[in-house]
């Protein structure tokens, strides 16, 4: 229950596109909140976006209008699309997943790594110049 794997990383050029993926095992999909977090070498975690479960969507400051994320509750499934790619969009990109009933969280609770407790492995993203 709950377990998390990403897919569609990969190298791309300086202005191109990749859509990842995260899937979720188990049931109550729908009522998981997800969100996709990256790190780079030598850098902290970053909130990338989120997709709770009341449908809200939240995105980190650093891709705003260059992201969109969805999700399929019949596949368990969350999207990233991601475009308009730059090279310091490079790291290791993680999907989190936690079990959620309160409708009520402030906006800034689904930026907060703390709140998710099933993580992924992470997919590799990387961006040439």
């Known amino acids: 229950q709950g377990q998390v794997v990403e897919s569609g990383g990969g190298l791309v050029q300086s202005g191109g596109s990749l859509r990842l993926s995260c899937v979720v095992s188990?049931?109550?999909?729908?009522?998981?909140?997800i969100a996709w977090f990256r790190q780079a070498p030598g850098q902290e975690r970053e909130f990338v976006a989120a997709s709770a479960w009341t449908t809200k969507i939240y995105f980190g400051d650093s891709v705003k209008g260059r992201c969109a994320i969805s999700r399929d509750n019949a596949k368990n499934t969350v999207y990233l699309q991601m475009n308009s790619l730059k090279p310091e969009d490079t790291a290791i990109y993680y999907c989190?997943?936690?079990?959620?009933?309160?409708?009520?969280?402030?906006?800034?609770?689904?930026?907060?790594?703390?709140?998710?407790?099933?993580w992924g492995q992470g997919t590799q993203v990387t961006v040439s110049s």
């Open positions: 989190a997943c936690a079990f959620s009933d309160d409708p009520f969280r402030p906006n800034d609770y689904y930026s907060d790594y703390r709140n998710y407790g099933n």
């Open positions: 188990g049931n109550f999909f729908d009522r998981f909140n």
